[in-house]
Antibody, heavy 124, light 107 residues
């Protein structure tokens, strides 16, 4: 059974750096085709993909946020960490991590399952 | 940037068929994925690669993709199917994109 759980601060001040950790079990992030993604959802709004790290340590970012994001992994701890610099109140959202699968023949990626999410509020 | 467009809301009576669309000008060359999100819960994968259903997802959920529009169809809709539905696609330049979501009401 695959499970993921997000952890991190619930309140962050504007201009600070947000660090979130995704701790997972039930799979290995070194298995071909496997990845972990971060997705966020502002209150009452739609899902927004942020970043993805692949089994081979390749990384992809949302183009509009790429300069502020960094995704890393610690395979020995089964953890993926997302850092977001210079946060703003518009970054207030529930942040989810999710197991991703990559289909080599089609290039498609999908997320299943998702973690429970963690609400991060950016406010002074 | 690439945009996937969904209707904000869809209403259906119990037992009827619900149809939720997702439009994008690159969808003819992409696969569509669909997620269901119930209030206060995390999203759940219901359809991937346009038409495939993960284990545990009822057969009443089906998907299709034709032209620039992907469609999620729920046959014999039940009240427990209420929630928000999001389409998703992967674009090599814009990376991964979600639609704006559709609120399904069963009444």
């Amino acid at each position: 059974q695959i499970t993921l759980k997000e952890s991190g601060p619930t309140l962050v001040r504007p201009t600070q750096t947000l660090t979130l950790t995704c701790t997972f079990s039930g799979f290995s992030l070194t298995t071909s085709g496997v990845g972990v993604a971060w997705i966020r959802q502002p209150p009452g709004k739609a899902l927004e993909w942020l970043a993805l790290i692949y089994w081979d340590d390749d990384k992809r970012y949302r183009p509009s946020l790429e300069s502020r994001l960094a995704i890393t992994r610690d395979t020995s701890k089964n953890q993926v960490v997302l850092t977001m610099t210079n946060v703003d109140p518009v970054d207030t959202a529930t942040y989810y991590c999710a197991h991703s699968s990559y289909d080599f023949s089609t290039g498609e990626i999908w997320f299943d399952p998702w973690g429970q999410g963690t609400l991060v509020t950016v406010s002074s | 940037s690439y945009v996937l467009t969904q209707p904000p809301s869809v209403s259906v009576s119990p037992g009827q068929t619900a149809t939720i669309t997702c439009s994008g000008d690159k969808l003819r060359n992409q696969y569509a994925t669909w997620y269901q999100q119930k209030p206060g819960q995390s999203p759940v994968l219901v359809i991937y690669q346009d038409t495939k259903r993960p284990s545990g997802i009822p057969e009443r959920f089906s998907g299709s993709n034709s032209g620039n529009t992907a469609t999620l169809t729920i046959s014999g809709t039940q009240t427990l199917d209420e929630g928000d539905y999001y389409c998703q696609a992967w674009d090599s330049t814009s990376r991964l994109v979600f639609g704006g979501g559709t609120k399904l009401t069963v009444l």
